[in-house]
């Protein structure tokens, strides 16, 4: 019984089910489950599978929006009910925004939402940030990883600015950068000189694995 809420929450995350996953975060609790074990078997393994049926093209951009949105009012009833001590290991502190000049929010908050459904503490920062915004971020939260997002064609020279003001405020060599948006490509991320470029918030989150792995 108890392990069929883990398999409830499981698939509420596949199936993209919000309310299935807040009743059975609920339900898991009423019956003193573990919200740890709730999230690393249930949850963490469901949206790894939309994850996979994303990648393998089964699952469109609106799958993976309500799958992790499943994912987020589960933890976000889990997360308050954990005993002290007993935190999520955090694989990663990610400073996350859209840069300066640039409005679009959608593909940066879901590359947030998918980092935080798989361990990463995500500090979002919103829109239109100046590189200074940035670095405040970076010094307030201890973060390890900058994730800049830019959609158009002019604001995306910022994210070579921001890094340009990362090095300056001297913050470059205890970070990672990772870079996005619809108009960056893998090129233009190295010829910028950032650590990683995303096409997507799966390949964000492998790219983030792969950035705290890198620097371990
Ligand atoms: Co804008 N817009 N927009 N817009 N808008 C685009 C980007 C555009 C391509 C539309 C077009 O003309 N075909 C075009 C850009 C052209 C260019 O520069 N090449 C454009 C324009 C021109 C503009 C305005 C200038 C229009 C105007 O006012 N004349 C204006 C600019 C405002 C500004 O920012 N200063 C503007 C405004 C807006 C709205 C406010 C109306 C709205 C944004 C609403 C909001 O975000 N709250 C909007 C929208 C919705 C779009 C489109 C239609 C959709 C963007 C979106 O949300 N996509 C877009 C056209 C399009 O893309 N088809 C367009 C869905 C989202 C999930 O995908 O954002 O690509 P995306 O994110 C992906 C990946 O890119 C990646 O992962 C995400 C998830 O898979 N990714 C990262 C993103 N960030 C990442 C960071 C990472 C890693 C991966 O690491 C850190």
Redesign the pocket.
Known sequence: MLEGIIRQLEQAVIEGLPEDAKMYANQALAQGLDPLDCINEGLTPGIQRVGELFASGEYF?PELIIGADAMKVALDILEPAMVGGQEREIVGRVV?GTVE????????T??GTMLIANGFKVFDIGVDNTAYDFIKAVEENNANIV???A?????MLKQRELIGELEKAGLRDRLKI??????VTASYAQEIGADGY????IS?VDLAFRLVDAAR
């Open positions: 951009l996350l000049g640039d409005i679009h929010e959608i593909g940066k879901l590359v994730g800049a997002s959609l158009l064609t002019t604001t990772m870079v996005g948006g619809a108009p995303a096409e997507d918030a964000a």
